[in-house]
Antibody
């Protein structure tokens, strides 16, 4: 059975940092591109970043470039998103997802990140 | 990159068919077949319903079908059921852009 379990969501002050994690099982994590997608309260989905199976390529949406870093540890079947210099515009539920033929077939349960003083 | 355009809401009675459109450009929808659709119930993670324009993942009902013409993709739900009431979003992997989202209401 496939499981994608996220952790790390929290309330953080503006300018602060947070690290999200996703632990994956039930599929060949080390062969899969992985992505982060977020959804602001009451808004649509927004792709945030992705990382190649071996970690050699990483891509980001412009609004987070230079502030967010995606990484992975294939020995632990885990995906990470380090978020720095957080602002109110980063308040959202963050999902990790496996890429499958240009889509996302396995999703984590979502982690709420609230940026507020 | 701007979000793909979807109608804000679509409604139908049980048993009817409805179609949700997703309009982009030749740089996304029109130029590539990496178009997917997601169903999302309140407070839940999105669920993949269609990938590569027309393909259904294992376990997804055949009442859901996808198509594309020019710069517009579409998701059709036939035999509408109460549990189909949810938000639906399209996505273009070419530009990593989601649609604006459509709320489907079953009357």
């Amino acid at each position: 059975e496939v499981q994608v379990v996220g952790s790390g969501g929290d309330l953080v002050q503006p300018g602060g940092s947070l690290r999200l994690s996703c632990a994956d099982s039930g599929f060949t994590f080390s062969n899969s591109w992985m992505s982060w997608v977020r959804q602001a309260p009451g808004k649509g989905l927004e792709w945030v970043a992705n990382i190649k199976a071996d970690g050699s390529e990483k891509y980001y949406v412009k609004s987070v470039e230079g502030r967010f870093t995606v990484s992975r540890d294939n020995t632990k079947n885990s995906l990470y998103l380090q978020m720095n210099s957080l602002g109110a515009e980063d308040t959202a539920t963050y999902y990790c997802g496996r890429e499958f033929y240009g889509a996302y077939d396995y999703w984590g349960q979502g982690m709420l990140v609230t940026v507020s003083s | 990159q701007s979000a793909l355009t979807q109608p804000a809401s679509v409604s139908g009675s049980p048993g009817q068919s409805i179609t949700i459109s997703c309009t982009g450009t030749s740089s996304d929808i029109g130029g590539y077949n990496y178009v997917s659709w997601y169903q999302q119930h309140p407070g839940k993670a999105p669920k993949l319903m269609i990938y590569m324009v027309t393909n259904r993942p294992s376990g997804v009902s055949n009442r859901f079908s996808g198509s594309k013409s020019g710069n517009t993709a579409a998701l059709t739900i036939s035999g509408l059921q109460a549990e189909d009431e949810a938000d639906y979003s399209c996505y273009s992997h070419a530009t990593k852009v989601f649609g604006t989202g459509t709320k489907v209401t079953v009357l």
